[in-house]
Protein backbone atom coordinates (compact mmCIF):
# COMPACT_ATOMS: atom_id res chain seq x y z
CA UNK A 1 0.00 0.00 0.00
CA UNK A 2 1.55 3.32 -0.94
CA UNK A 3 0.18 6.32 1.26
CA UNK A 4 0.41 9.73 0.69
CA UNK A 5 0.45 11.93 3.88
CA UNK A 6 0.11 16.23 3.18
CA UNK A 7 2.37 17.59 5.92
CA UNK A 8 2.85 21.04 4.53
CA UNK A 9 4.44 23.03 6.97
CA UNK A 10 6.77 20.53 9.67
CA UNK A 11 9.70 21.78 8.76
CA UNK A 12 9.03 25.19 9.68
CA UNK A 13 10.74 26.43 12.81
CA UNK A 14 7.82 28.31 14.94
CA UNK A 15 5.52 25.05 14.63
CA UNK A 16 1.67 24.71 16.46
CA UNK A 17 -1.06 22.50 16.96
CA UNK A 18 -1.84 20.88 13.45
CA UNK A 19 2.05 20.52 13.02
CA UNK A 20 2.85 18.20 15.70
CA UNK A 21 -0.40 16.05 15.33
CA UNK A 22 1.19 15.00 12.06
CA UNK A 23 4.85 15.08 12.91
CA UNK A 24 4.40 13.02 15.66
CA UNK A 25 1.66 10.96 14.07
CA UNK A 26 4.12 9.97 11.13
CA UNK A 27 6.83 9.25 13.92
CA UNK A 28 5.01 6.72 15.33
CA UNK A 29 3.50 5.11 11.95
CA UNK A 30 7.71 5.39 11.64
CA UNK A 31 7.78 2.92 14.39
CA UNK A 32 4.96 0.35 13.84
CA UNK A 33 4.45 0.26 10.00
CA UNK A 34 7.28 -1.69 8.28
CA UNK A 35 5.48 -2.83 5.29
CA UNK A 36 3.20 0.04 3.44
CA UNK A 37 5.24 2.49 1.75
CA UNK A 38 4.49 6.36 2.97
CA UNK A 39 5.31 9.38 0.67
CA UNK A 40 5.50 12.28 3.32
CA UNK A 41 4.70 15.66 1.24
CA UNK A 42 6.37 19.16 2.88
CA UNK A 43 7.08 22.28 1.93
CA UNK A 44 10.97 23.02 2.51
CA UNK A 45 11.95 24.99 5.56
CA UNK A 46 15.05 25.10 8.09
CA UNK A 47 13.79 22.81 10.67
CA UNK A 48 14.58 19.33 9.32
CA UNK A 49 12.53 17.33 12.12
CA UNK A 50 11.18 14.02 10.88
CA UNK A 51 14.23 11.98 8.78
CA UNK A 52 13.61 9.42 6.03
CA UNK A 53 13.56 4.97 6.39
CA UNK A 54 13.64 2.94 4.01
CA UNK A 55 9.56 2.95 3.56
CA UNK A 56 8.93 6.47 4.58
CA UNK A 57 10.17 8.87 1.57
CA UNK A 58 10.10 12.91 2.20
CA UNK A 59 9.12 14.80 -0.87
CA UNK A 60 10.34 18.52 -0.80
CA UNK A 61 7.68 20.85 -3.05
CA UNK A 62 8.42 24.41 -3.32
CA UNK A 63 5.48 27.07 -3.74
CA UNK A 64 5.48 30.60 -2.89
CA UNK A 65 1.96 30.53 -1.12
CA UNK A 66 -0.23 27.78 0.51
CA UNK A 67 -3.25 28.10 -1.49
CA UNK A 68 -1.25 27.44 -4.47
CA UNK A 69 0.97 24.44 -2.68
CA UNK A 70 -2.51 22.79 -1.95
CA UNK A 71 -3.93 23.38 -4.92
CA UNK A 72 -1.54 23.31 -7.79
CA UNK A 73 2.15 22.13 -6.55
CA UNK A 74 0.67 18.92 -4.03
CA UNK A 75 -1.88 17.75 -7.12
CA UNK A 76 0.92 17.77 -9.57
CA UNK A 77 3.59 15.70 -6.93
CA UNK A 78 0.59 13.00 -6.30
CA UNK A 79 0.29 12.14 -10.04
CA UNK A 80 3.87 11.16 -10.01
CA UNK A 81 3.97 8.41 -7.10
CA UNK A 82 0.69 7.33 -7.98
CA UNK A 83 -0.55 6.25 -4.54
CA UNK A 84 -3.31 4.22 -3.15
CA UNK A 85 -4.35 7.23 -1.07
CA UNK A 86 -3.70 10.69 -0.04
CA UNK A 87 -4.05 12.05 3.74
CA UNK A 88 -4.75 15.57 4.07
CA UNK A 89 -4.33 16.62 7.76
CA UNK A 90 -4.40 20.23 7.94
CA UNK A 91 -8.38 20.90 7.57
CA UNK A 92 -8.11 21.86 3.44
CA UNK A 93 -7.17 19.57 0.76
CA UNK A 94 -7.18 19.83 -3.00
CA UNK A 95 -10.47 20.42 -4.81
CA UNK A 96 -8.98 18.30 -7.64
CA UNK A 97 -7.46 14.96 -6.87
CA UNK A 98 -7.81 11.76 -8.52
CA UNK A 99 -6.45 9.48 -5.59
CA UNK A 100 -8.98 8.21 -2.29
CA UNK A 101 -9.61 11.34 0.07
CA UNK A 102 -8.76 11.11 3.82
CA UNK A 103 -9.40 14.58 5.29
CA UNK A 104 -8.22 15.91 9.08
CA UNK A 105 -10.91 18.79 9.90
CA UNK A 106 -9.49 19.44 13.21
CA UNK A 107 -12.47 21.92 13.18
CA UNK A 108 -15.10 23.75 11.74
CA UNK A 109 -14.62 27.22 14.17
CA UNK A 110 -13.85 28.65 10.81
CA UNK A 111 -17.68 28.47 9.99
CA UNK A 112 -18.79 29.80 13.57
CA UNK A 113 -19.62 33.34 14.82
CA UNK A 114 -16.37 34.68 16.33
CA UNK A 115 -16.52 36.16 20.03
CA UNK A 116 -14.29 39.05 18.63
CA UNK A 117 -12.33 40.20 15.56
CA UNK A 118 -8.91 39.42 14.88
CA UNK A 119 -6.22 41.65 14.29
CA UNK A 120 -4.19 38.84 12.68
CA UNK A 121 -4.34 39.33 8.51
CA UNK A 122 -2.23 35.57 8.37
CA UNK A 123 -5.21 34.25 10.42
CA UNK A 124 -7.77 36.14 8.92
CA UNK A 125 -6.70 34.99 5.36
CA UNK A 126 -6.54 31.10 6.65
CA UNK A 127 -10.12 31.76 8.09
CA UNK A 128 -11.27 32.88 4.17
CA UNK A 129 -9.58 29.98 2.95
CA UNK A 130 -10.80 27.43 4.92
CA UNK A 131 -14.68 28.66 4.33
CA UNK A 132 -14.10 28.35 0.26
CA UNK A 133 -12.65 25.12 0.08
CA UNK A 134 -14.04 22.81 3.10
CA UNK A 135 -17.72 22.67 2.08
CA UNK A 136 -16.41 21.97 -1.59
CA UNK A 137 -14.14 19.20 -0.44
CA UNK A 138 -16.32 17.35 1.85
CA UNK A 139 -18.29 15.27 -0.47
CA UNK A 140 -15.11 13.79 -2.26
CA UNK A 141 -13.43 12.68 1.16
CA UNK A 142 -13.87 8.99 1.60
CA UNK A 143 -13.30 9.76 5.24
CA UNK A 144 -12.97 12.37 7.37
CA UNK A 145 -11.07 12.51 11.12
CA UNK A 146 -11.46 14.64 13.78
CA UNK A 147 -9.86 15.11 16.96
CA UNK A 148 -13.00 14.23 19.96
CA UNK A 149 -16.21 13.02 19.69
CA UNK A 150 -17.63 16.70 20.43
CA UNK A 151 -16.17 18.37 17.57
CA UNK A 152 -17.34 15.27 15.46
CA UNK A 153 -20.85 15.19 16.68
CA UNK A 154 -20.69 19.19 16.32
CA UNK A 155 -19.22 18.85 12.52
CA UNK A 156 -21.92 15.64 12.07
CA UNK A 157 -25.18 17.77 12.85
CA UNK A 158 -23.63 20.92 11.42
CA UNK A 159 -22.48 20.02 7.92
CA UNK A 160 -25.05 16.97 8.31
CA UNK A 161 -23.18 14.64 7.33
CA UNK A 162 -23.44 10.35 6.99
CA UNK A 163 -22.98 9.09 10.71
CA UNK A 164 -20.19 6.56 8.62
CA UNK A 165 -18.58 9.74 6.92
CA UNK A 166 -16.87 10.62 10.01
CA UNK A 167 -14.83 9.78 13.08
CA UNK A 168 -12.81 10.89 16.06
CA UNK A 169 -9.34 9.61 16.45
CA UNK A 170 -7.68 11.31 19.78
CA UNK A 171 -4.44 13.33 19.76
CA UNK A 172 -1.40 12.41 21.85
CA UNK A 173 0.93 14.45 23.53
CA UNK A 174 5.18 14.06 23.25
CA UNK A 175 6.87 12.15 25.33
CA UNK A 176 9.64 14.60 26.45
CA UNK A 177 6.44 16.11 28.40
CA UNK A 178 6.89 14.52 31.89
CA UNK A 179 7.85 15.57 35.78
CA UNK A 180 11.26 17.03 35.42
CA UNK A 181 13.82 18.49 38.02
CA UNK A 182 16.18 21.53 37.60
CA UNK A 183 14.33 23.77 35.05
CA UNK A 184 15.76 27.00 35.79
CA UNK A 185 18.53 26.55 33.52
CA UNK A 186 15.74 26.95 30.79
CA UNK A 187 12.94 28.73 32.66
CA UNK A 188 14.98 31.75 33.41
CA UNK A 189 15.61 32.57 29.89
CA UNK A 190 12.10 33.89 30.04
CA UNK A 191 10.97 34.60 33.75
CA UNK A 192 13.55 35.27 37.06
CA UNK A 193 11.36 33.10 38.86
CA UNK A 194 9.99 29.54 39.71
CA UNK A 195 6.39 28.92 40.76
CA UNK A 196 4.96 31.66 37.82
CA UNK A 197 1.40 30.99 36.59
CA UNK A 198 1.15 30.01 33.07
CA UNK A 199 -0.74 31.25 29.81
CA UNK A 200 -0.70 30.13 25.96
CA UNK A 201 -2.19 33.22 24.53
CA UNK A 202 -2.80 33.82 20.65
CA UNK A 203 -4.58 36.73 18.74
CA UNK A 204 -7.33 34.52 18.12
CA UNK A 205 -10.66 35.71 19.98
CA UNK A 206 -11.22 32.20 20.74
CA UNK A 207 -8.14 31.92 23.27
CA UNK A 208 -9.93 34.46 25.94
CA UNK A 209 -7.03 36.22 26.42
CA UNK A 210 -8.67 39.47 27.59
CA UNK A 211 -10.92 37.50 30.14
CA UNK A 212 -8.43 35.48 31.38
CA UNK A 213 -5.77 39.12 31.73
CA UNK A 214 -8.81 40.50 34.02
CA UNK A 215 -8.84 37.19 35.99
CA UNK A 216 -5.18 37.66 36.82
CA UNK A 217 -6.32 40.83 37.36
CA UNK A 218 -8.86 39.78 40.34
CA UNK A 219 -6.20 36.86 41.69
CA UNK A 220 -3.24 40.15 42.17
CA UNK A 221 -6.37 41.67 44.47
CA UNK A 222 -6.95 39.00 46.37
CA UNK A 223 -3.75 36.69 46.40
CA UNK A 224 -0.87 36.79 49.25
CA UNK A 225 1.89 35.87 46.86
CA UNK A 226 0.82 37.66 43.47
CA UNK A 227 2.85 35.08 41.24
CA UNK A 228 3.75 36.61 38.06
CA UNK A 229 2.13 35.31 34.48
CA UNK A 230 4.16 33.80 31.72
CA UNK A 231 2.36 34.43 28.52
CA UNK A 232 3.32 32.53 25.70
CA UNK A 233 2.89 33.15 21.91
CA UNK A 234 1.69 36.90 21.98
CA UNK A 235 3.98 40.03 21.34
CA UNK A 236 4.11 42.94 24.04
CA UNK A 237 2.57 45.29 21.91
CA UNK A 238 0.00 43.76 21.41
CA UNK A 239 -0.58 42.73 25.12
CA UNK A 240 0.39 46.44 26.32
CA UNK A 241 -2.38 47.85 23.69
CA UNK A 242 -4.82 45.66 25.36
CA UNK A 243 -4.05 46.44 28.59
CA UNK A 244 -4.26 50.29 27.85
CA UNK A 245 -7.75 49.91 26.37
CA UNK A 246 -8.93 48.12 29.17
CA UNK A 247 -7.61 50.02 32.13
CA UNK A 248 -5.70 47.58 33.09
CA UNK A 249 -2.26 49.07 32.74
CA UNK A 250 -1.37 48.20 36.24
CA UNK A 251 -0.58 44.65 36.28
CA UNK A 252 1.74 44.92 33.22
CA UNK A 253 5.24 44.57 35.57
CA UNK A 254 3.68 40.98 36.69
CA UNK A 255 3.67 40.04 32.92
CA UNK A 256 6.63 38.25 31.01
CA UNK A 257 6.16 38.15 27.26
CA UNK A 258 8.77 35.98 25.82
CA UNK A 259 6.74 35.32 21.88
CA UNK A 260 7.18 32.29 20.62
CA UNK A 261 8.74 29.47 23.11
CA UNK A 262 10.23 26.43 20.98
CA UNK A 263 8.41 22.93 22.09
CA UNK A 264 12.02 21.69 23.10
CA UNK A 265 11.28 24.42 25.95
CA UNK A 266 8.43 23.73 26.49
CA UNK A 267 8.34 20.81 29.17
CA UNK A 268 10.58 22.89 31.58
CA UNK A 269 8.38 25.66 31.11
CA UNK A 270 5.43 23.60 32.50
CA UNK A 271 7.60 22.18 35.20
CA UNK A 272 8.45 25.61 36.56
CA UNK A 273 4.94 26.83 36.79
CA UNK A 274 2.73 26.75 39.78
CA UNK A 275 -0.21 26.13 37.61
CA UNK A 276 -1.48 26.52 33.78
CA UNK A 277 -4.70 28.72 32.41
CA UNK A 278 -6.19 27.29 29.50
CA UNK A 279 -8.91 28.85 29.41
CA UNK A 280 -10.47 28.76 25.63
CA UNK A 281 -13.41 29.76 24.59
CA UNK A 282 -13.48 26.58 21.84
CA UNK A 283 -11.18 24.07 21.71
CA UNK A 284 -11.50 20.67 19.06
CA UNK A 285 -9.10 18.95 21.82
CA UNK A 286 -6.23 20.78 23.42
CA UNK A 287 -2.94 18.98 23.52
CA UNK A 288 -1.72 21.85 25.70
CA UNK A 289 -3.74 20.81 28.49
CA UNK A 290 -2.33 17.32 28.27
CA UNK A 291 1.02 17.85 27.77
CA UNK A 292 0.42 20.29 31.21
CA UNK A 293 -1.05 17.49 32.91
CA UNK A 294 1.44 15.23 31.62
CA UNK A 295 4.08 17.01 33.58
CA UNK A 296 2.38 16.87 36.89
CA UNK A 297 0.84 21.00 36.84
CA UNK A 298 -3.25 21.62 37.85
CA UNK A 299 -4.63 22.77 34.97
CA UNK A 300 -7.50 25.31 34.87
CA UNK A 301 -9.53 24.91 32.12
CA UNK A 302 -12.71 25.69 30.20
CA UNK A 303 -16.03 23.73 30.91
CA UNK A 304 -16.79 24.22 27.00
CA UNK A 305 -16.33 22.33 23.74
CA UNK A 306 -14.25 19.54 23.82
CA UNK A 307 -11.99 20.52 27.49
CA UNK A 308 -14.08 18.65 29.62
CA UNK A 309 -14.16 15.71 27.21
CA UNK A 310 -10.68 15.29 27.47
CA UNK A 311 -9.61 16.82 31.01
CA UNK A 312 -12.25 14.24 32.42
CA UNK A 313 -14.02 14.48 35.07
CA UNK A 314 -11.60 15.48 37.70
CA UNK A 315 -10.15 18.12 35.72
CA UNK A 316 -10.80 22.03 37.23
CA UNK A 317 -13.30 22.94 34.84
CA UNK A 318 -14.62 26.68 34.61
CA UNK A 319 -17.18 29.35 32.82
CA UNK A 320 -14.13 31.16 30.71
CA UNK A 321 -16.30 34.21 30.47
CA UNK A 322 -16.43 34.43 34.66
CA UNK A 323 -13.12 36.41 35.65
CA UNK A 324 -14.05 35.69 39.43
CA UNK A 325 -14.44 32.12 39.15
CA UNK A 326 -10.88 31.82 37.02
CA UNK A 327 -9.45 33.43 39.75
CA UNK A 328 -11.25 31.93 42.36
CA UNK A 329 -9.46 28.58 41.36
CA UNK A 330 -6.48 29.92 41.50
CA UNK A 331 -6.76 31.47 44.57
CA UNK A 332 -8.30 27.90 45.75
CA UNK A 333 -4.89 26.09 44.65
CA UNK A 334 -2.74 28.37 45.93
CA UNK A 335 -4.78 28.32 49.98
CA UNK A 336 -5.16 24.80 49.29
CA UNK A 337 -1.83 22.26 49.34
CA UNK A 338 -3.87 18.87 49.57
CA UNK A 339 -6.25 19.98 46.70
CA UNK A 340 -3.15 21.17 44.94
CA UNK A 341 -1.50 17.76 45.31
CA UNK A 342 -4.33 16.13 44.05
CA UNK A 343 -4.67 17.92 41.27
CA UNK A 344 -1.43 17.44 39.79
CA UNK A 345 -1.77 13.21 40.93
CA UNK A 346 -5.17 13.51 38.69
CA UNK A 347 -3.44 15.03 35.22
CA UNK A 348 -0.98 12.25 35.54
CA UNK A 349 -3.24 9.62 35.62
CA UNK A 350 -5.11 11.32 32.98
CA UNK A 351 -2.39 12.06 30.51
CA UNK A 352 -1.76 8.40 30.47
CA UNK A 353 -5.08 7.64 28.71
CA UNK A 354 -3.75 9.39 25.23
CA UNK A 355 -0.55 8.96 23.16
CA UNK A 356 0.70 9.78 19.32
CA UNK A 357 1.17 5.94 19.46
CA UNK A 358 -2.51 5.31 20.14
CA UNK A 359 -3.30 7.80 17.56
CA UNK A 360 -0.97 6.09 14.61
CA UNK A 361 -2.44 2.72 15.04
CA UNK A 362 -6.22 4.49 15.06
CA UNK A 363 -4.68 5.39 11.80
CA UNK A 364 -3.35 3.03 9.87
CA UNK A 365 -6.28 0.76 10.25
CA UNK A 366 -8.13 3.98 8.72
CA UNK A 367 -5.91 3.62 5.67
CA UNK A 368 -5.85 -0.09 5.10
CA UNK A 369 -9.98 -0.23 5.80
CA UNK A 370 -9.92 2.71 3.06
CA UNK A 371 -7.78 0.79 0.39
CA UNK A 372 -9.93 -2.36 0.74
CA UNK A 373 -13.14 -0.87 -0.04
CA UNK A 374 -11.51 1.25 -3.56
Not at 188 to 197: A, D, E, H, M, S
Request: charged share 25%; proline share 6%.
Amino acid sequence: MKIAIEAQRIFRPNKHGMDFVVLETVRELQKIDKENEYFIFVSPGTDHCLGETDNVHIIEVKCPTYPLWEQWALPRAINKCKPDLLHCTSNTAPLRIQVPLILTLHDIIFLENRQGSSKSLYQNMGRCYRRLVVPRILPKCRKIITVSHFECNRIRETLHLPENKIMAIYNGFSNHFQPLDNTETVTQKYIPVIGYLFFLGNTDPKKNTLRTLKAYYSYLQQSKEKRPLLIADLKPEFVDEMLKETGLENIRPYLYLPGYIPNTDLPFIYNGAFAFLYTSLRESFGIPLLEAMACGIPVITSDTSSMPEIGGEGAILTDPTDERSIAAQLLLLEQDKEYYQKQSAYGLGRAKCFSWEQTARELLKLYQSTVKSK
